[in-house]
């Protein structure tokens, strides 16, 4: 019987990891463009808010003028800087391209901000609307909380969202209780109260889940999230408008 020849080992005419080079490279077309589109920003990310600052400037300066006594123009100039740098700050931040050093500085500003302009837009409201001694308590209630929050962001700036986000939406919910004082003072304002709360939620709630993504190259969930805090924010001025031009007790 005629012996076998050997079968020759796998030259380099025959490699070996022919397939898996193949997987490699087929996952590779799918997700290279993928990662490229998200590790890019949206083509609209930070000009929202550019675009609202000079807009919350202006419309700062209008309320402060009209605001009828010193108190109301204090409390109208504390809404209108912290409208100013919430979306200011943004801009800044979303739109340049910064080092590891200045992104967490401005990182920490821009979370920051958030806690400030939820604080800043009750302040001409409870001072407006509501009776002295319950303005005062909602005005330390929502400050403190803002304080704290304030600490908690510089403190843990890398925190989870699922840990961060609801600390905005319960201090945005922290006059839940003296609603109906604000609906009995001015319907009108007190509704727009709650549907510029509700934009701010709504908001809150696409950017801790990070949807819906529209388009990863052009406008995404931040987008959207940024496009409601604009959406809240007018909605909040206009009910200060009315709430300092025809303040209780007037």
């Excluded at 920490?108 to 009750?122: E, F, K, P, Q, W």
């Amino acid at each position: 019987m005629t012996p076998r020849p050997p079968v020759p080992a796998p030259g380099p005419s025959e490699p070996v990891d022919a397939q898996p080079s193949t997987l490699q490279d087929t996952v590779a077309s799918v997700t290279g463009p993928l990662a490229d589109a998200m590790a890019t920003k949206p083509l609209w990310r930070g000009w929202i808010h550019a675009a609202a600052t000079p807009l919350a400037i202006a419309a700062g300066i209008v309320l402060i003028a009209l605001a009828p006594t010193p108190g109301l123009k204090v409390a109208s100039g504390i809404y209108a800087l912290t409208g100013v740098l919430l979306f200011g700050v943004s801009a800044v931040y979303h739109r340049g391209n910064w080092s590891p050093g200045v992104r967490v500085v401005l990182k920490r500003l821009d979370h920051t901000n958030i806690m400030l302009v939820i604080a800043g837009s009750y302040t001409p409201l409870a001072w407006a609307l509501l009776e002295r001694g319950k303005a005062e308590m909602l005005l330390w209630i929502i400050w403190s909380g803002a304080i704290a929050g304030v600490l908690f962001r510089n403190l843990w700036v890398d925190a989870p969202r699922w840990l961060y986000v609801p600390i905005y939406v319960a201090l945005g919910l922290g006059s839940v209780f003296y609603m109906p004082d604000f609906f009995a003072a001015d319907l009108a304002a007190g509704i727009l109260i709650c549907v510029g709360g509700a934009l701010y939620i709504a908001g809150a709630v696409f950017y801790g889940i990070k949807r819906p993504n529209f388009s990863l190259r052009v406008f995404g969930f931040h987008e959207l999230f940024h496009a409601f805090t604009v959406a809240a924010f007018a909605a909040h001025f206009i009910a200060i408008v009315r709430a300092v031009l025809e303040p209780v007790g007037s």
